[in-house]
Structures are given as C-alpha cells and as structure tokens.
C-alpha cells in the first residue's frame, strides 16, 4: 500500500474509509486516537484496513460492566453475547431462592476471556451466585482469562477458577460444590458455513481463532451430557441455529432417561437471530423463562 | 455624585415611576452609591415569614419531629430570617450614616464608610428578594448542555464546537467534573466544527446557574474560510437540561411502563453470534408516548451508550414535563412568559467589536476572549439572573397586592 506522507486525522481516515464505511471508520479511528499513543496511529490504521479486529488492535472489549483484555488465538466477545449475559443478570437479581439451598455454582464450558464466567460473578449477582467455575481447552484462553479476572478483581465478589480442560472429552473440573447453572458460548459455526457466503465476517476468517468457531452437534451433545452428570439444575447455551437448540432438548431427554422434568425455551436475540437455548428443572429457576421467546 | 443619589433615594420611597427614575441613576452611576429600596410588600411578606419561622422554631425547641417537608422549610426559613437579620443591622447603620451626613466635620468619614456600606445592603436586598422566590424545581440538579448548529453552515458548526469549548472551560474554571456524552464531528468540513454535543455536568445545582444558557446565540465574525474578508452571522442552539438520577432516591427519577421506551441497538445484518466481531455501538431509544428519541454512539460499549441515552432520555422528559407544567401554571395565572424564559435569540457574539450581548438584559461584555474562556460567563450570566429575579420579584409583589 502507497502510504501517506504526511500523518494527518485525514490521511488515517482515508486509509480506514478504504476497508470501512464511513461512519464506521471515522468512529473507530476516534477510539484509535483516544485509546493508543499517537505513535501507533499509523500502523494500527494499517492493520485495521487489512482487516484486522479492532478489539485486537486495542486490546480490549467493554463487556457489560467489564471491558475485557482481548488477544490474537482467543475468540473475541461478541456484544450478541454481552447481550443475553446482562439479560442473564437482570433475570437472576430478580430470582429468589426458596427451594435450593445455598447461592447458586456456576460452570461455564469454552469460557475464552472468560466473558461469561466473570460477568455472572460480578459484585451485583452476590447475592445469588456462590461460585463460578470455568473451562477452556486452549492454554491462551486460561491464561487470558486470568488475566481478566485480575483485572477485575473489584469487581467481582464470587469466588472464581480457570481450569485447563475439554469439554468434547467431558471434562469435569475439580469443584467444591455441586453446580446449579451451567453455562457455555461454545464454538457453533458448523463447518460449511464458515465462510463470507456462510455469513462469516472476512475479519472473523482472517484473524480469529478457527478452533473457537468451527463446530456444531457434538458441543450440545457434549453440553446436555455434563448437565445430565452435573445434576445441574439449569442452563443457558449460546448457539447459531435451530438445530443446535433441538439437539440440546433431545440429548438431555436421551441423557436423563426416564423421569425428565427439563424445560427448555429459545431465544432471539435483539437482530432477530436465534441465540440461547435456556433450560430449568428446578421451580427456583422458572426465573429464566423470561429469557426466552418460545418453548420448544 | 454619592450625595445627589443619597438624597435622591431617600426621597424615591415605593413611588413606582420614581423607582424607575432611582433605578436609572443606579445603572448610570456605578451601582456602588446608592440603595436598591426593598418594596413594601416583599418586606411584609417577610415579617410574616419570620413569624412563620419563629412558630416553627418553637416546635422545634418543643421537641417536635419534623416531617421532610417541614424541615426542608425550616432550612429555607431559617436562610431567609438570617439574611433579613443581616439586612435590617445594615439598614439601620446605613440611616445612622445618612444622619450623620449633616454634620460637617464627620462628612468625609461618613462618606468612606457609606462607600462600604452601601454595596453591603444592595447585595442584602438582592439576596433576600431572590430567596424570598420560590425555588426553581430544579434548582439543585447537575444538568446536560445539548448543542446544535443552526442557520450559517460550516461556520455554525465550528462556533457550536467553539461554544461547547466555552461550557467546558467554564466548568474547568469551577473545578466542575464534566463528561462529554456525546460528540460528532462535521464529516464535511475536515474536522472542524460539529454536528452535536451533548455535555453532562454532575456539580450539583449546575443546572439552577446555567439554565440561563438555553437559546439561540448568534455570532458575527469573519469565517477562517472566508477569503473576501465578509462578516457572516450564523448562530446555535443551546438546550439545558436538569439531570435525573435513575435511582429511587432521587423523587424526580421515573419508572418507565413495559412498551414505553423502544430500545435499537445496532446489530450487525445477517448471521451475528460468533459470524461477526463487529464494533458498532449504537444505540437508539425512543420514548414512545412522546416520540423522543436519542441516539448515542460515542462509547465503545453498547452497555454504555445505552446508560448515556438514558440519562440524557430523563433529562429531557424532566424538562418537557416542567415546561408543561409551567405553561399550565402560567395559564391559570394569565402570566405572562417571563422575557428570560424565551427560547429565542438571546445573545450575540460579536468578534470584530470584542463583545457579547446578552439581548435579554441588554447587558454587553466587552472581554469576548475571556468569556470565551470560561472565566467572564458568570458575569453576564449574573445580569440574566438579576433580570430573572427582578421580574419575579415583580410578579410576586403583584401576587401580594392582589391576594
């Protein structure tokens, strides 16, 4: 690429209105300016033009109350999530606990930064959630998502672990309490539709992690199997399509055999896509049914 | 010149065109040597306020509780009554004075010390009309400047910029703790000038001092793009809004009905999810009953922008409400519109003359850089204020002779 001689706000903008809308460009190069030192205007200028995720670039992602540490080889945050974890929130302020008896343990399968994990063990939901227990099978994610809980520290109160593990292997981490919600943003993007024609960002392809996208049934079949062997006492997935939802539905039928008494709904989100299966078994969760926009 | 005033004003008594005369002679001397004279009325109304005080003050030694209500008027009460007491000390030492006047080898002594006495008891009378007025309802709220560019294109744009740079230093001048929520800059014009700001004060009472900032200003300078060298006039819009609490403590703050507000948040076409790592923010929120509706996008996070919709969403239906209220209470009063109140031009921005013209007191600041830089707003906004309370003080006094 021919670079501009001189360094100017309008120079920057040129080179990102060339990847960007306009809009787009003229606000993402405000954050590039408010957030890095002039030094790196340029070559963040540069990557972003060739597609690189701002949240890369930066380094961070806000995420509800929480603006999370973000690197290359683990999936960024999506604010499709950021959206049902804060809906998530407000639905557990609002559930009280007669039947269950203590606060609930929460375990999150594929936790990345550790978005989810850390926003259900925000100071707000103290009164409610105990515990927070989350698993990754990558090594960067772990470290990262330490990292941001470190970060965090003030803001979190419950009490909160990390640990290396695989869900496809049925990995169930060393924990101190039986666990009530079980939550997971696992990879869903089955394999043909991990491209521009399958709706896939060229950002998305280019630059993050395949391993924390590609993926379909055997995550939901994984899912519904731990809930089943958990005892779990409710779950919220993230998914991309129907089928997935209906997987989880089938397979904890299938898991639990005779006797089950789980409910499950889904959920839109606010473009209109599906996003959650949510599922409760127990009459202190009912709660979560305002989550979702029908039954299946 | 000191003697001509004093003998003037003692003579002016409450006659109203002789008040009018007084005033006249206050404005074209300094307003150092001569007394403003309290009317009758507001004076009566505050002995009987201070018989309210005294009733009150009993039942407190008494042992009484006090409701909020009660004891919020105790607080404004007790104001009132100290600021009077301080009134009265010094009306009674500015008439021993004058009686001193008549004797020839005192004169100049007395003279010096009416010098000091007289600007005392002016600024009494205009702190005990101004607390003797109702309260503003929101009179104690931070308070939001919104900014619009209005007729005269770029140049409007870049003095919107130039008056929201004139907002924040002013508050910098305070040590206010300021945010700017909302900012866009004007795409076509290489970064110069903006389409909107939307600027949150939280320094409590905030919005009581710059309420008076709401209107049309107008400038009148020569553009930096202009190459003919021609004055242009173009103006911007400033709104001021109280600022509201979304917490319960606050009374103000309002609970909004399901299906009330419609929530948009930019979202990404197609798939979403884990298909797009997109950085759009945006958030829309329209209030449906009324049809307001604010846009924010400055933050990165989509959490975030909706807080400051929010904020500036109960700001705004805080003052829609108010001025409906008003119009109502005005109405039953046949009152007219205070001349403060307008919405319309109320100041010009002069460059070329170094002057602003705050045309709702006929006031003109000669010092454009320094309040442009914060530091001489107040004095013009102080004239605004003193306007305001003169024609309240009136309307009051017309409500007492009326009662």
């Known amino acids: 690429m021919k670079l501009p001689s001189t360094l100017t706000p309008k120079n920057l903008?040129?080179?990102?209105?060339k990847s960007l809308p306009e809009e787009q460009a003229a606000q993402e190069l405000r954050w590039i300016q408010q957030e890095l030192p002039s030094s790196s205007w340029l070559e963040a200028v540069i990557q972003r033009s060739n597609?690189?995720?701002?949240?890369?670039?930066?380094?961070?992602?806000?995420f509800g109350n929480l603006e999370l540490n973000c690197k290359e080889g683990v999936l960024i945050p999506r604010n499709d999530t950021e959206e049902w974890c804060i809906e998530l929130q407000t639905v557990?302020?609002?559930?009280?606990?007669?039947?269950?008896?203590?606060?609930?343990?929460?375990?999150d399968y594929c936790t990345g930064t550790g978005c989810i994990a850390l926003s259900l063990a925000e100071n707000q939901l103290a009164d409610i959630v105990n515990s927070v227990t989350a698993?990754?099978?990558?090594?960067?994610?772990?470290?990262?998502?330490?990292?941001?809980?470190i970060k965090h520290r003030a803001l979190v109160s419950s009490d909160v672990n990390f640990v290396l593990g695989d869900l496809l292997k049925?990995?169930?981490?060393?924990?101190?309490?039986?666990?009530?919600?079980?939550?997971?943003?696992p990879p869903y993007i089955p394999k043909q539709h991990l491209n521009i024609d399958g709706g896939v960002e060229q950002s998305v392809l280019q630059y993050e992690p395949q391993d924390a996208l590609l993926g379909d049934l055997e995550f939901y079949d994984a899912l519904a199997d731990m809930a089943v062997k958990l005892k779990a006492n409710a779950f919220v997935f993230e998914l991309g399509y129907l089928k997935q939802a209906f997987e989880v539905k089938e397979k904890l039928n299938y898991y639990t055999g005779v006797g089950n008494t789980w409910q499950c709904g889904i959920r839109y989100d606010s473009g209109g896509g599906i996003r959650n299966v949510v599922g409760w078994r127990h009459k202190d969760l009912r709660t979560l049914g305002k989550m979702c926009h029908e039954m299946i | 010149m000191l003697l001509r005033c004093l003998s003037y004003s003692g003579k002016v008594g409450v006659n109203r065109a002789g008040l009018k005369l007084f005033n006249k002679c206050l404005y074209s001397t300094s307003n150092d040597d001569s007394i403003e004279v309290l009317h009758p009325s507001l004076l009566k109304k505050t002995k009987l306020l201070q018989d309210e005080f005294k009733l009150l003050e009993s039942q407190l030694s008494s042992g009484v509780e006090f409701k909020i209500e009660q004891s919020k008027k105790y607080t404004k009460l007790s104001k009132i009554i100290s600021i009077y007491n301080d009134y009265l000390e010094n009306m009674n030492n500015y008439n021993e004075l004058k009686l001193m006047l008549n004797d020839e080898s005192l004169k100049d002594e007395v003279i010096e010390e009416l010098k000091l006495t007289i600007p005392n008891l002016n600024k009494l009378t205009n702190k005990l009309k101004t607390n003797l007025l109702p309260d503003h309802p929101f009179a104690n709220k931070p308070c939001l400047i919104e900014l619009r560019p209005g007729v005269g294109g770029n140049e409007s744009n870049i003095f919107t910029e130039d008056l929201l740079e004139m907002y924040i230093k002013y508050c910098q001048f305070h040590n206010w703790s300021y945010e700017i929520i909302s900012k866009t800059i004007n795409p076509s014009s290489g970064g110069k000038g903006i389409i909107e700001a939307t600027l949150v004060i939280n320094e409590l009472g905030s919005y009581n001092r710059l309420r008076f900032e709401a209107g049309v200003h107008r400038v009148q300078r020569i553009p930096e793009t202009e190459t003919k060298g021609r004055i242009h006039t173009s103006a911007s819009g400033v709104i001021v809004l109280p600022k509201i609490e979304s917490n319960t403590n606050d009374p103000n703050a309002r609970v909004f009905k399901n299906g009330e507000l419609r929530i948009d948040v930019m979202r990404a076409s197609g798939s979403g999810g884990q298909h797009v790592n997109t950085t759009e923010s945006a958030v829309r929120i329209v209030h449906l009953p009324t049809g307001i509706t604010v846009n924010i996008q400055d933050e990165r996070s989509q959490h975030k922008n909706k807080d400051k919709a929010m904020t500036v969403l109960r700001a705004r239906l805080a003052e829609l409400e108010m001025r409906e209220k008003a119009e109502k209470d005005r109405k039953e009063r046949t009152g007219q519109v205070s001349s403060v109140d307008r919405s319309d031009k109320i100041r010009t921005y002069n460059y070329q003359q170094n002057r602003i013209t705050d045309h709702r007191c006929n006031f003109t600041l000669y010092d454009l850089e320094g309040c442009m830089n914060g530091e001489k707003l107040d004095e013009i906004i102080d004239k605004v204020e003193q306007k305001e309370t003169d024609e309240r003080s009136q309307e009051l006094i017309n409500e007492i002779e009326n009662v």
Not at chain 1, 170 to 181: C, G, N, S, T, V
């Open chain 1, 13 to 17: 903008l040129s080179i990102l209105t």
């Open chain 1, 51 to 62: 597609y690189k995720p701002l949240q890369y670039i930066l380094g961070t992602q806000p």
């Open chain 1, 92 to 107: 557990l302020k609002e559930t009280k606990l007669t039947g269950l008896p203590n606060k609930l343990n929460v375990l």
């Open chain 1, 135 to 149: 698993v990754d099978y990558n090594p960067l994610a772990i470290t990262l998502s330490q990292e941001n809980l």
């Open chain 1, 170 to 185: 049925r990995y169930i981490p060393p924990m101190k309490y039986d666990i009530d919600l079980l939550v997971s943003n």
